[in-house]
């Protein structure tokens, strides 16, 4: 069981660390604001990780796995949701001038917590990985309901080392990223990364 227990980390350990939309807006959150919104929105990436477990266990993201349309809605409007960040990324980074009071006029508005929520519960794909792939890691001798348990649990700790350590590495790296040039720059990669990530989720499939 140790052995399964450790492939099951080294394959959640990859799929978190593989860069996607919560890695974007936790980007644009430290650079664009300060290191504590990045962990803020790390924080409401995990709160969301932890309601996409409570519906698995009780078996309801199974039901927006199964339901073409359910699972429209949710990517319609979680792309939506990402190409709003993205474009609004863009936008603030066309409002400053150089200096460090337009620079901070640029900076990200509304609550990151909100943010990391937000991206991670309109992110359909973590349906279906909670509900295809998920399962297929549990370890057998353990009952379907607490493997589930167990494995989004080491999917919460993972994420929030590595998001938490990449905050950690940008918030290093403070001074650099202070430069209106840089942080201009910084959000219009961000955004149109966002942006992009919002295409990709609007065009796939389940």
């Given amino acids: 069981m140790v052995l399964q227990l450790l492939a ?19 980007t644009r959150r430290a650079v664009a604001s300060d290191w504590q919104d990045g962990m803020r929105t790390v924080g409401g990436i995990v709160i969301g990780l932890l309601a996409w477990g409570v519906l698995t266990v009780a078996g309801l993201t199974a039901m927006l796995a199964a339901s073409a ?4 809605v949710v990517k319609v409007v979680g792309a939506a949701s990402l190409v709003f960040l993205g474009v609004q990324a863009l936008l603030h980074s066309r409002t400053g001038h150089g200096d460090a009071h337009n620079a901070s006029v640029a900076a990200p508005t509304g609550n990151p917590w909100r943010t990391g929520v937000v991206s991670n519960m309109l992110n359909p794909k973590i349906a279906v990985f909670y509900t295809g792939l998920l399962p297929s890691l549990a370890p057998p001798a353990l009952s379907p309901h607490v493997g589930m348990i167990l494995l989004v649990l080491l999917h919460v700790v993972l994420t929030l080392a590595w998001l938490g350590a990449y905050v950690v590495v940008l918030a290093k ?13 910084m959000a219009r990669i961000t955004g149109t990364v966002l942006i992009g990530f919002g295409i990709k989720v609007a065009t796939s499939s389940a």
């Fill in 173 to 185: 790296a403070q001074q650099f990223f202070a430069r209106p040039v840089v942080r201009r720059t």
């Fill in 8 to 26: 099951c980390v080294g394959v959640l350990a990859v799929l978190t660390m593989v860069p996607g939309p919560d890695m974007a807006v936790v």
């Fill in 69 to 72: 349309t359910a699972y429209t």
